[in-house]
């Protein structure tokens, strides 16, 4: 097989558009070769056949340029996959131009999307966007570990040993695939040891602190509802505040949410009890939000925790505990793993265990039902 530059004349009066010409030679039945042939046009790049002035030359210089940079770049990967070879000489790409590339191909949810995203921008603080995938060595990726863990977080904090895991394992994943499409011949981020994450343990609250929250009045009603309907239905508050009144659907004396949920994008028809509906109230028109007014972020952190100590409650207590909640009584109640979850939206069931472990030992009553020895 053969390949050649050329240019296409015929179809443009005044312009020549640039192509690439395979030719192979191909053995038939009977033994005699067959010369096939097809053509590649690299889209976009032309010269004027007859250039007029300095521009169009100018133009046909930068244009050729172009042309024939391509071209050796499929000249080279057709020799090198030929010849079952490594694709090293992609390795003087750009590696944020192949990471785009490559995560642009993912089917990622929106908050995937962003945690690539998020990862990326600090890949770039680390040391520039200017990288070549070759300069990807063992010594950069020992780096970037040591400025994760020296990183601070807006607020002043160290990032989380989870945060660093999830960062340094995005651009292991890239790595990973560079190595699998011969482009590297080794992940350089196999041979440096990162941290074991450590992640905070899931903090959920009784039945008895439910009812401690309900009878505690507080000034922001988006707040309170959004989180009791979470420690009700399990959803994230992330998907709650996009709930509408068309979300909801009653089917005889059963009730509904018929959602998309952000993190997973999967469709999830979501039964509610009857404190669950009770926290909505009447229904309102199909285009109104249920839980109107609600807003993330820090704010509702902090008049979550304010209302949470007022009810007495000395847990440290964030907006993803409702989940927590909804999951480990649920958990505690029925022992019934495959419906929770369905329930959670959850893709694996070790995610789902995590809640049946934490009801059958839950430490701050059983080491209450221990036998008292002070009398």
Request: some cysteine; glycine content about 6%.
């Amino acid at each position: 097989m053969s390949i050649k530059l050329s240019i296409d004349n015929k179809h443009n009066v005044g312009k020549g558009y640039y192509r690439i010409e395979y030719y192979e030679g191909v053995k038939d039945n009977n033994g005699k070769t067959i010369r096939k042939r097809w053509k590649e046009s690299i889209k976009g790049i032309f010269k004027y056949l007859n250039p007029k002035n300095p521009q169009e030359r100018d133009h046909n210089k930068k244009h050729k340029n172009i042309a024939e940079s391509i071209f050796r770049e499929k000249e080279m990967e057709y020799q090198y996959s030929s010849n079952n070879l490594p694709k090293t000489y992609k390795a003087t790409r750009n590696f944020f131009h192949y990471w785009d590339e490559f995560v642009a191909k993912l089917d990622l949810t929106t908050k995937a999307v962003a945690s690539y995203a998020s990862a990326r921008k600090k890949l770039i603080e680390f040391k520039g966007e200017n990288i070549l995938i070759g300069q990807i060595d063992y010594a950069y990726c020992r780096d970037y570990l040591n400025f994760l863990s020296s990183s601070l977080k807006s607020n002043g904090e160290q990032l989380s040993s989870a945060s660093i895991d999830a960062y340094f394992k995005k651009l292991k994943f890239i790595l990973k695939e560079l190595v699998k499409e011969g482009i590297v011949r080794k992940n350089p981020c196999e041979d440096v040891k990162a941290p074991k994450a450590i992640h905070k343990l899931k903090e959920w609250l009784t039945t008895n602190e439910i009812k401690q929250l309900i009878n505690t009045p507080y000034q922001i009603k988006s707040m309170r509802d959004a989180f009791l309907l979470s420690c009700f239905c399990g959803l994230r508050l992330g998907d709650i505040v996009k709930l509408k009144w068309k979300d909801l659907v009653k089917e005889d004396d059963k009730a509904f949410f018929n959602i998309k949920t952000s993190k997973t994008g999967k469709y999830l028809k979501l039964p509610l009890n009857q404190d669950a509906i009770k926290v909505i109230g009447e229904r309102k028109g199909d285009r109104d939000s249920i839980i109107v007014g609600l807003k993330l972020g820090s704010n509702l952190n902090e008049h979550l925790s304010k209302w949470v100590r007022r009810a007495g409650i000395t847990k440290d207590i964030t907006p993803h505990c409702g989940r927590h909640t909804f999951a480990t009584n649920f958990a505690d109640q029925t022992k019934d793993g495959n419906t929770l979850q369905y329930l959670l939206n959850h893709s694996d069931s070790k995610t789902t265990k995590i809640y049946l472990h934490m009801a059958e030992n839950k430490p701050y009553e059983q080491v209450n039902n221990m036998e008292s020895l002070m009398g």
